[in-house]
């Protein structure tokens, strides 16, 4: 199994690209994400890469981080997300926000990668919210990662921000900072207020 490649960037298409190792071209399928930081053609480029063996093909999926590649095994283990769709949604998302959408239980987010209807988005962010905890980013919170609670005062919290018109992924990150600054007591509207100061800047 290839895990990773090494070489020169040869050609770059809409969906994948070309890498050339030691004279052998290699057919790498990518995230939006991954095309977008490729350098020009020519130069040296690395892949982290996700070998898919079927009967009648071997398929290469290329990443530009193990972030990214962690993200596709994953999707790709909820029924319907094949390798198509798992690379849309990391077009359209990436593994921070996606990490934000599915602990918010945000469809709508998810449901803005091609071929992803609210069904099928629906079933992404249930199936992988217990299942974000390893891939979530040092940077974000850790509420990001659904240790905040998902119900009671946080979630009235939560629809009153996205009652105001904020998406419901900002809304959940900020009532979550809000909640560990205020801890475990904090009433409704004391979260919505620090919500707001934390949505504002």
Not at 120 to 130: F, P, S
Not at 172 to 196: M, N, P, S
Request: charged share 20%; proline share 4%; hydrophobic share 45%.
């Amino acid at each position: 199994m290839i895990a990773s490649l090494k070489g020169v960037l040869e050609s770059v298409a809409e969906e994948s690209a070309v890498v050339d190792v030691s004279g052998v071209g290699y057919l790498v399928f990518c995230s939006g994400h991954t095309l977008a930081n490729l350098p020009q053609p020519g130069e040296a480029v690395r892949f982290v890469v996700e070998t898919h063996v079927r009967e009648d093909h071997i398929h290469l999926y290329g990443f530009a981080e193990p972030g990214e590649r962690d993200w596709f095994r994953l999707l790709t283990t909820v029924q319907g997300v094949g390798a198509k769709v798992a690379l849309a949604i990391l077009s359209a998302l990436g593994p921070e926000e996606l990490v934000q959408a599915v602990a918010a239980q945000d469809k709508a987010a998810v449901s803005r990668a091609n071929g992803v209807g609210p069904k099928l988005a629906g079933r992404i962010v249930l199936e992988l919210k217990d299942k974000v905890g390893n891939l979530v980013p040092a940077a974000l919170p850790q509420a990001a990662a659904g240790s905040a609670p998902a119900g009671g005062d946080s979630e009235d919290a939560i629809s009153a921000l996205v009652n105001l018109g904020f998406q419901r992924t900002d809304a959940f990150g900020a009532v979550a900072r809000a909640g560990q600054k205020l801890g475990e007591d904090a009433g409704v509207d004391a979260l919505i207020r620090a919500g707001l100061q934390e949505l504002s800047q």
